[in-house]
């Protein structure tokens, strides 16, 4: 495990983010007007009627301060001028096996309280007149005794808004989220080309990952031929398709907590596809490029249309110039999600809409609702790019009922759509200089 490993690169870079997340904290409490953080872990829930818990996701406040993604019932209090205290929840539990004794990189950087029960764990919070002064982040549920979180806006604000800008810890647990993931990716091509399911191209990308199902930041998904104009396809079909046309499969990996969110796309060789393809991925690294400090993402989301709506006309499948499909929203037809989103802590990380460290709201342009990020882009932020061109029925229908319908080349349309689509996805780091782009760079280091 990676936060167990003293030679891990993050170990190095771990006290300066914790200090980085202090010196936010101090801001984000005295914007508010509290004395203390509270961040609980979280608590496990359970289905109806039942004694069976749903997966336990950590509460993302928790886990900016900590590569712990398993310790449910815990807290990091953090106080302004004190060392951060972690109550570590390590229950008696001979059904289940408990959490290992605090160990690892991190584990220095805190006064650690071991407790047996959750209940414990709230005695060593802040107690009396000063529980009115705590600022506790996390999901209000009546199994987690201590504190109810009160989520002050000011303060979650200002943390969201200063997660934009990773830390050097964070940029490297990036890079190794990329490298785990793109070892699934070589393997799952393998599979593909070998002619397996949908599942066994899963399992094949589990396997190179070392991840388990549970690990993953995201569902991935795993579609073969027409699955990839299911934008979420959600099923990973045991049997095989009568052809392996097509493949889509987005999938990520996670490093202490940061996950990486990769996309790829390949064909059997058919000619159009694979043009479409390279047109995607052509598109891809010029919008990659674009990742710079001051760059409005609002913007890369519009180039990326007309890009792809080029890449449509090149190659014969929409005879209208880019602009005029942009203008008519025929290239939503074919690219009808954002281009991408910021990465983090979480697979679609915080704070994409906001105008500025206490608050407002940049909405998405018009007729462009799932763009998730509308924030000019600063150092040492990390975004996707993903942009896709897709043959999705539902959303072709209107169009050939539509007065645009002369013209599409409605012909090679039908041909593609037993493709599916295609999707391109990377993950792209701003810097004063040219981008970085983990995903590539991490490519091209696992060949
Ligand atoms: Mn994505």
Same mark, same amino acid.
């Given at each position: 495990?990676?936060?167990?490993? @003293? /030679?891990?690169?993050? %170990? ?5 983010? &914790?200090?980085?997340?202090? $010196?936010? #904290?101090? =801001?984000? *409490? ?71 004794? @605090? /160990?690892?990189?991190? %584990? ?5 309280? &071991?407790?047996?029960?959750? $209940?414990? #764990?709230? =005695?060593? *919070? ?322």
């Amino acid at each position: 495990m990676t936060a167990d490993n @003293p /030679h891990t690169p993050l %170990a190095a870079l771990y006290p300066a983010h &914790v200090q980085t997340l202090c $010196a936010r #904290a101090d =801001e984000a *409490l005295a914007a508010g007007g509290f004395e203390h953080l509270l961040l609980p872990s979280g608590t496990l829930r359970y289905q109806f009627l039942d004694d069976r818990p749903y997966p336990f996701a950590a509460n993302p406040q928790f886990k900016a301060w900590l590569p712990l993604e398993q310790v449910p019932d815990s807290w990091l209090a953090y106080t302004p001028g004190r060392r951060p205290r972690l109550v570590y929840c390590q229950p008696d539990d001979y059904w289940h096996l408990p959490p290992a004794p @605090p /160990h690892g990189y991190w %584990a220095e950087q805190f006064e650690i309280i &071991v407790v047996r029960s959750a $209940a414990q #764990a709230a =005695e060593h *919070l802040p107690t009396g007149s000063a529980t009115a002064r705590c600022a506790i982040l996390g999901e209000p549920d009546w199994r987690l005794p201590g504190r109810v979180p009160n989520n002050p806006t000011p303060v979650l604000e200002r943390l969201h808004w200063a997660r934009a800008v990773k830390t050097a810890y964070e940029l490297e647990a990036l890079r190794m989220a990329n490298a785990r993931a793109v070892r699934g990716h070589l393997a799952a091509e393998e599979a593909f080309r070998a002619g397996a399911s949908e599942r066994a191209i899963h399992d094949a990308y589990l396997q190179a990952t070392g991840h388990n199902d549970l690990d993953l930041p995201y569902d991935s998904i795993v579609g073969l031929n027409e699955h990839g104009a299911v934008l979420h396809y959600q099923y990973k079909r045991r049997d095989l398709p009568a052809a392996h046309r097509s493949l889509l499969i987005d999938a990520g990996a996670t490093a202490a907590g940061y996950c990486a969110d990769i996309t790829r796309s390949y064909g059997d060789g058919d000619e159009l596809f694979q043009a479409l393809i390279a047109g995607v991925d052509g598109v891809e690294q010029a919008l990659c490029a674009m990742v710079r400090p001051g760059v409005d993402y609002r913007d890369i989301h519009l180039d990326c249309h007309r890009l792809l709506a080029g890449v449509l006309r090149d190659l014969g499948i929409v005879r209208m110039d880019p602009e005029s499909q942009l203008e008519t929203g025929v290239s939503s037809v074919f690219f009808p999600h954002g281009v991408g989103h910021y990465l983090g802590l979480q697979v679609h990380d915080v704070g994409g809409f906001m105008a500025g460290p206490d608050g407002g709201r940049i909405e998405p342009p018009d007729g462009h609702p799932f763009l998730r990020l509308t924030r000019s882009l600063v150092e040492e932020a990390v975004v996707t790019i993903e942009p896709g061109l897709y043959f999705i029925p539902m959303l072709l229908a209107p169009l050939r009922a539509g007065p645009h319908a002369d013209a599409v080349d409605w012909a090679k349309v039908e041909h593609l759509q037993a493709f599916g689509g295609v999707r391109i996805e990377d993950n792209v780091r701003a810097t004063a200089d040219r981008p970085e782009n983990l995903t590539r760079d991490a490519w091209a280091a696992a060949r």
